[in-house]
């Protein structure tokens, strides 16, 4: 479903991703940990071409980049259309209800009808907990309640992939939970996810495979087992050390 290919990332002299290889099996769940400036969050927009690789190939479904040389902007959207992405901060339309919200795509991007994409909204709304609130603007949700919008407003878009970026670092603790509740029910539905998170609860519980990244590296990669219980490289002790205390 994804591959990553020697992927770079520079930022003028800032070297942020070197070399990075992955490969996302259909209906898998990939965790991605690590410290802060690591390139988790870098690889993650490199992924969805919010940032252009330096070089190296990202393929998702039948749709492959090279960065080797110029892609057009064509390319660029039909990946694009493959993955929904879940930011950090919400990003809701402040001025739009929560079903508006979850509308705007599919209406603006794919044309498709009001009354066929209002049903698809409510439907998503409903399945994240949010069946009472569809009239509520931005404002007058928990932080908890905004995320869970953004998520049924990236599955709106009927991606095969659906990526997160640190989805829970922005709510109070006691939001965290709802938020993950609705990404476990979407790991269960078989959804294809990469998520790049601080949960460990959530890697353990979840992820098929946890990637511990490194000064724009893959210092270490297994499944939750192996990662958390009996992890090979004296850095990813480190960092789970540094979590536990």
Avoid at 66 to 94: C, H, W
Avoid at 104 to 129: C, D, M, Q
Avoid at 140 to 166: C, H, K, N, T, Y
Wanted: aromatic share 4%; proline share 4%.
């Amino acid at each position: 479903m994804i591959t990553i290919t020697d992927v770079h990332k520079r930022f003028g002299d800032l070297h942020v991703l070197r070399g990075v290889s992955l490969q996302v099996e259909k209906g898998k769940v990939v965790v991605i940990i690590g410290p802060s400036g690591s390139g988790k969050t870098t690889l993650l927009r490199c992924l969805n071409v919010l940032e252009i690789p330096s070089q190296g190939s990202v393929r998702i479904g039948e749709v492959v980049l090279d960065f080797s040389k110029k892609v057009e902007k064509s390319q660029i959207a039909r990946l694009r259309k493959q993955t929904g992405m879940v930011f950090q901060s919400y990003n809701l339309f402040p001025h739009m209800t929560a079903l508006e919200n979850v509308m705007e795509g599919p209406v603006t991007v794919k044309k498709e009808s009001p009354s066929v994409a209002r049903a698809k909204a409510i439907s998503l709304l409903t399945k994240v907990g949010l069946a009472d609130k569809l009239n509520h603007y931005p404002a007058q949700l928990s932080g908890g309640q905004q995320q869970r919008v953004g998520i049924a407003r990236a599955l709106a878009m009927d991606p095969q992939v659906m990526l997160f970026d640190e989805p829970t670092s922005a709510l109070d603790p006691e939001l965290v939970g709802e938020v993950l509740k609705v990404m476990k029910e979407l790991a269960m539905e078989g959804m294809t996810m990469v998520v790049v998170t601080h949960e460990m609860g959530f890697a353990r519980e979840v992820a098929d495979e946890v990637i511990f990244m490194d000064q724009g590296a893959v210092l270490e990669r297994g499944t939750p087992e192996q990662l958390f219980t009996h992890p090979k490289e004296e850095r990813t002790r480190q960092f789970l050390q540094l979590l536990q205390e």
